[in-house]
């Protein structure tokens, strides 16, 4: 074990992230069990007039759940634009996809959602081809997936906390920007969030200027550690509350539907940051523990969330009729 896992080992960041998070994702569990497991929803995707390809758009596309949810998203016969911060490993995504399924519609775009001029420029170009493809220029889709678990703070070149800005900062603004296209869409288009269990650990909810610059759990000069699990923790309730308020103004109004997913703890590269000796104990505890899901099992919540039919006024999105408005339920993990 090298010396940065041992001083991660010891500092209370860590051990709030394995037991507290180990509690939440078991709190989660028990809501599910609680609530019944219900069947999985239909998930029926939306059909656009004259039989043209629905549009989604995938961020963080490049690896773990955003990929598999791309690939899944192109068998259910959506044109999938891949966003991702690589020009590189998106190309490898689109080739590797179209080995396995050489009809697949697929298009990427760069973009880095820790950047608001990268997402500006982003949303222009979608825009841009999207009327170019469409008679009817819209959007059916946006899966609000890239997410980032940063070891250390770092502030982008917005004066933000990186972490903050990619895993909720960014995603709101592209949602605001996208979100012409989605109303326009003549079928009821929906937004998935990417949320988690670990919302659970937040006890309180600031939303300064302070905040999201990294600034809320106590100052981090250069060289004092950096409050990772809180600062994740925090990024992952703003997602859930803003979906929530979101669905709120936008459904009754709009065939604009917004959605939380939660697909529990999936083997992925999110812990890539931390010390490799400690990414591979957690992955096996969790695995001999039965909790840890394959990226292609772990992504059937984002499908679920992404393809359920919208029901008037609230979401139903288990076979028992319970509502992913309903903060009690979660519909996670599968
Ligand atoms: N894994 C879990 O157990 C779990 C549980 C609950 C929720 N989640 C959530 O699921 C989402 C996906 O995570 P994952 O587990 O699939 O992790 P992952 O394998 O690390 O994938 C994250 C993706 O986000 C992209 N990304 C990171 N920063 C970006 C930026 N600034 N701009 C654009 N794209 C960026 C990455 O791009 P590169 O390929 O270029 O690095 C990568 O494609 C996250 O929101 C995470 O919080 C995961
Ligand atoms: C919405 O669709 C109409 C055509 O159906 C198009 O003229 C208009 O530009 C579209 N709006 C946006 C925001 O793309
Ligand atoms: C998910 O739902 C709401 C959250 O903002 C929307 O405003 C939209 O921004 C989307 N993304 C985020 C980050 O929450």
Redesign the pocket.
């Known amino acids: 074990m090298d010396r940065e896992a041992l001083r991660m080992l010891c500092s209370p960041q860590f051990w709030r992230m394995a037991v507290l998070w180990a509690l939440s994702l078991l709190h989660s569990y028990l809501l599910v069990f609680h609530c019944g497991r219900a069947d999985a929803p239909r998930r029926r995707r939306p059909r656009p007039a004259e039989g043209r390809c629905p549009i989604c758009v995938v961020?963080?596309?490049?690896?773990?759940?955003?990929r598999a949810a791309a690939a899944a998203l192109a068998r259910e016969g959506y044109h999938v634009v891949l966003a991702?911060?690589?020009t590189q490993?998106l190309y490898e995504t689109v080739q590797e996809i179209q080995r396995q399924q050489p009809d697949a519609h697929l298009k990427e775009f760069q973009?880095?959602?820790?950047s608001f001029k990268s997402i500006k420029k982003f949303g222009s170009s979608l825009k841009q081809w999207v009327h170019e493809k469409n008679v009817e220029p819209s959007i059916q889709l946006l899966v609000n997936?890239?997410?980032?678990l940063a070891k250390s703070h770092r502030i982008t070149e917005d004066g933000l906390d990186e972490m903050i800005q990619?895993?909720y900062i960014?995603p709101f603004m592209l949602t605001n920007i996208l979100l012409p296209l989605l109303k326009n869409s003549s079928v009821p288009s929906r937004v998935v969030n990417?949320?988690?269990f670990t919302h659970r650990c937040v006890s309180g909810l600031d939303v300064c200027e302070d905040a999201l610059r990294g600034m809320k759990f106590g100052r981090c000069s250069i060289g004092e550690s950096y409050p990772l699990a809180s600062t994740y923790e925090y990024t992952?309730l703003c997602m859930l509350m803003f979906s929530y308020e979101l669905h709120r103004q936008l459904h009754m109004s709009s065939g604009v539907s917004v959605i939380a997913a939660?697909?529990?703890?999936?083997e992925?590269?999110?812990m890539?940051e931390l010390p490799e000796c400690l990414s591979w104990f957690a992955f096996l505890a969790l695995r001999s523990l039965k909790l840890l899901q394959e990226?292609d099992t772990g992504v059937g919540a984002v499908l679920d969330a992404a393809l359920a039919l919208p029901s008037l006024g609230s979401i139903s999105l288990e076979g028992k009729g319970e509502r992913s408005d309903r903060p009690d339920c979660p519909m996670t993990p599968r």
């Open positions: 961020t963080g596309a490049t690896s773990g759940l955003g991702g911060r690589s490993l973009v880095d959602l820790a997936n890239a997410g980032i990619t895993n960014g990417l949320t988690s992952k939660d697909p529990g703890v999936v992925t590269k999110i890539r990226p």
